[in-house]
C-alpha cells in the first residue's frame, strides 16, 4: 500500500538559475554609474553566479548514459534527479475501488492464494531473509502496482492536466481480474472495467476528449489474454477491458501482449526480486553476476504442462536436461519446491552459460527476466516468449543476447539443446552475456520510495517510448490538418 503523501514537484521544464537576473545598469538613464572599482566587483560577481549555476545544472541534472544496440548496453553512474527525455504526466485521481481499495480485501484478489503478503511494500511483497540489499518476494503479477508506486514519485509527474504529455490511469486490473475469474455471471465479471472507462470518458471527458485517448495509457500485471474474453470462445475466466472500443484508443502496457491482435498493446517486463535504491547497489549487482564461475552450460527451471500444445516443448526439454551431465534441472509442480524459493532459482541460473525459456501456461515466463537478472544466456523457442514481446527493452539483433532454436524440432528430437549451446564459441559467449549484465537496469523495477535512483529502470523506459509514441501522433495529426 502506500503510506505515504508526495510532495509536489518542482514545475516541469523549469531549471535553477534561469531567472532573468536586473540589469545592473540602473533603468534610470540619468544616473549611470562610473566607479570603476564597483564595475569590476559586478563583473567579478556576475561571472561567480554563471558558473556556480553551470556546475549545479551539471551534477544535479545528469543523466546516465544507457545505450541499447545490437551489440552492448551500458550504464553509466551519475544521477537522474530531473525528468529527462519523457513528457510530464498525469496520474488521474480515481476513486479508491479501482486500485487501493482493493486491497482491503487482499486475500480475495487471487482465487489460488492469499495476496496480502504480495502487496505489502508497494507491491514488492515481502523482504527476503539474510538479504542485505532490497531483495523482495515479488509476485510475478503485480508489476501494476509497482508501476503505480513508482510514479507517484516520478520527477516527470505533473499535478497541471494542462501541462501533460501523457496521462496515467492506476488501475489494478490484473488484481481485479484474478479475483474474479470463477464468476460465472459475465456482467458481474466485466463490472468494474466499464465503470472504468465510464468514468474516464465522461466524468473526466475533458482530458479524455483532447486527444481521443491516445494520449492515455493502462500498465497491467497480468497478460493480455485475461483482459479479451472473445464472445463463443473458451471461457477461462478472461473480462472484456482490452476488447472495449475506449480502450482500443489507448496504450496499453502488459507483461504478455497478444501478439496478432495488440496493436495497442506493449510487453513491459516481468518484475523480479531486486528493487535497487541507488546505482551503487545496481552496479555492484552487475559486478557480481559478471565475474561468476558458471559450471553447468545450460539449466531449465519448469516443469512439464499437460494438454497444453504451445507448452509440449517442455517435454523434450525435461527429457534432454535430465539425460545430460552438462544441465542442472530443477522440476516444479504442486507442493514444496526449490521453484517457490527465488533464491534457490537465481541461485541455479547464476551458476548456468544458458538458461532455457520454454513457453508454459503462455508464452511469456517471469523466468526469462530472472535468467538476466543472474547473467544467464536466454534460449528461446518460440518468438513469442520474447523477441515478439519486448521491442522496447530488448536489441534488435536478437542473437547478440539470445539463443533461439526451433521448438518444432525440439518436440521432434530433431535438434539436441546440449549440441548447439555447446557450439557457441567462448568468446561469443563471453560477448552474449556482457549485453545479458547490462541490459538487467532498463529490465528492472527500481525501488517505489527511491527518488534518485541513477539509472533508468524500467518505468522510465516505458516513460521514454510512451513519450514518442504520443509526439508521433501528435504530428501526424498537425500534417493531417496542413
Known sequence: MFFRKPSPTSPLNSLPCTEKSESPKSKDTHHHINTTGLLKFTLFTSLLIAASCLLILYFKFSTPTTTVTAATTTTTKTTTTQCDGSGPF??????????????????NLNIYTNMCPHVANNGLGQPLLNSAMNWYATHQFIAEMIIHSRLENHPCRTWDPDQALLFYIPFYGGLYASSVFR???HGLRDALAVDLMDFVTNQQRRWWQRRGGE????ALGRTAWDFMRADGGADFGANILLNLPPVQNMSVLTVERQPWEGHNQNGIPYPSYFHPKTVDEMLTWQDRVRGLERPYLFSFVGGKRKGLEKAKVRDEIVKQCGESTRCELVQCGSGSSKCHSPMEVLGVMMKSQFCLQAPGDSFTRRSTFDSILAG?????????????QYAWYLPEDKASYSVYIDEKEVSVGKKKIEEVLANVSTEKVKRMREVVVNLIPRLTYAHPNASDVG????????????????????????????
Open 455 to 482: 539509472f533508468k529502470d524500467a518505468v522510465d523506459m516505458l516513460l521514454q517510448r510512451l513519450s514518442h509514441h504520443v509526439r508521433g501522433k501528435i504530428l501526424s495529426s498537425r500534417s493531417a490538418v496542413i
Open 183 to 185: 464468476e460465472p455471471d
Open 90 to 107: 498525469y496520474i488521474y485521481p480515481l476513486p479508491s475501488r479501482f486500485n487501493l481499495g482493493l486491497l482491503e480485501h487482499c486475500q
Open 215 to 218: 494520449d492515455h495509457f493502462l
Open 376 to 388: 544467464c544466456i536466454p534460449v528461446f523457442f518460440s518468438p513469442h516468449t520474447a523477441y515478439t
